[in-house]
């Protein structure tokens, strides 16, 4: 599986972004999708995930700003961001887990939310 993530910017606090994140190859395997963050000097961090039922968690950092969805026909999944604060600022890296439990990252797009 290959990972295409897009639509990583500068922002204002308080602004909106929306990250796409398009899988090729063997999608037919893919399981469960999240995106995942790296800021600074921090480790990369889960932001949010979602099994192939549905069910979604998220980090309390960012539970009731971002959504995470897929569009299983378009094989791309989805972060939508908003009210970005500057502690969002990092890149952000999408990734799957295949039906045979591997991983899959996509290459990180930057966010940048300014003050």
């Known amino acids: 599986v290959q990972l295409q993530a897009s639509g990583g910017g500068l922002a204002q606090a308080g602004g909106s972004l929306r990250l796409s994140c398009a899988a090729s190859g063997s999608t037919f395997s893919i399981n469960a999708i999240g995106w995942h963050r790296q800021a600074p000097g921090k480790q990369r961090e889960l932001v949010a995930d979602?099994?192939?039922?549905?069910?979604?968690r998220y980090a309390d950092s960012v539970k009731g700003r971002f959504t995470i969805s897929r569009d299983n026909a378009k094989n791309t999944m989805y972060l939508q961001m908003n009210s970005l604060k500057p502690e969002d600022t990092a890149v952000y890296y999408c990734k799957v887990v295949s039906l045979f439990h591997d991983d899959y990252w996509g290459q990180g797009t930057l966010v940048t939310v300014s003050s």
């Open positions: 979602m099994t192939s039922g549905g069910s979604t």
